[in-house]
């Protein structure tokens, strides 16, 4: 008689048990089929997140204690549900942590499941089958696995809030200062590795506070929010652009020649500003500075290209506005005069 187990907590239903070698087939069979019965009631009884497709059963095999089913209402599900068939599925043929082989179903593909850009399982797909002579504790086991695909899918989503919290900016979803500071560490490191230059910019709202004073913090939020639109779409993909607080913005160039790139995407920056920003209905002119540090000829650490970009940024303003500057060493004292006392 076959009769099912759990490899550990981390494993699956798997073994299969026979009372002889002659039954070993049929009762392989009887298993498959009520495996996929089962897999289609957890899937339906995972709820809205869980949509089946018409002629599939949709199942997850566990990776650890962690799993997720993505319905078609996440971007990425549509791709999941396609792939069935295509170079990326596979045949399943697994095993579970102690090496016993799943069943072997030879009509079922198993794709990778990411959520969030996170493994968290497989998705496995069968024909459709009755859910007819399913015992009582194989419904009741059916509901449970669909009770663990929810659960794990709202825990994935509520690691990526914890994650987006962490590491992004919540008024404008930009990256935070220590995201960035790891986007411009791995941006040295690749740097360093190929003998390449980048540039970091410092950019700020000029008289931002009159935005906040005249049309109130609402308005001051709006326009902090139309300005990271308009940087995302000047800059190029491979580009970084943050908030650190205030009106302040920074932006990572991770490959450039020389000053004249990166004056060419300061130019492209200022001039993406210069149409006026609704805020609630008011019309609002807004003039930018830039400050613009240089790898590796303005610094060799992270905290010194982001120091010189906001002292080029002062440099910028004292010149007036929709300006940028580059970051200059003050001159040289000249050893003589230090040591005469004079200036």
Known sequence: MAAFTRCRPSGYICRLMAGSKDGA??????QNRRIR???LIAAEDSGSSAQVDATLTAGCRWFGFECGYVGRREQHATTVMNAVGAADAV???ATCKDGVPLALWKSCFEVPLRVHRRKYGAMVFADRVARADLSEADSDLAHLM???VSAALERAEHEA????LA???TLTGLPNRALFDDRIRQTM???KRYGRGFAVMFLDLDRFKEVNDTLGHAAGDRLLQLVAGRLRATLRESDTVGRFGGDEFVILQPIVDGPDDASKMARKIIEAMQAPFDLHGAQREVHTSLGISLYPQDGGAVEALLERADRALYQAKESGRNRWAFFEAPPLADPEKLLS???
Not at 161 to 164: F, G, L, S, T, W
Request: hydrophobic share 45%.
């Open 25 to 30: 087939q049929a009762a392989l069979e009887e």
């Open 37 to 39: 019965a089962l897999y």
């Open 91 to 93: 045949v399943t043929g």
């Open 146 to 148: 669909g009770f663990f």
């Open 161 to 164: 809030r914890v994650e987006q």
């Open 167 to 169: 590491f992004h900016d």
């Open 189 to 191: 490191a690749t740097a």
């Open 341 to 343: 006392g004079k200036e």
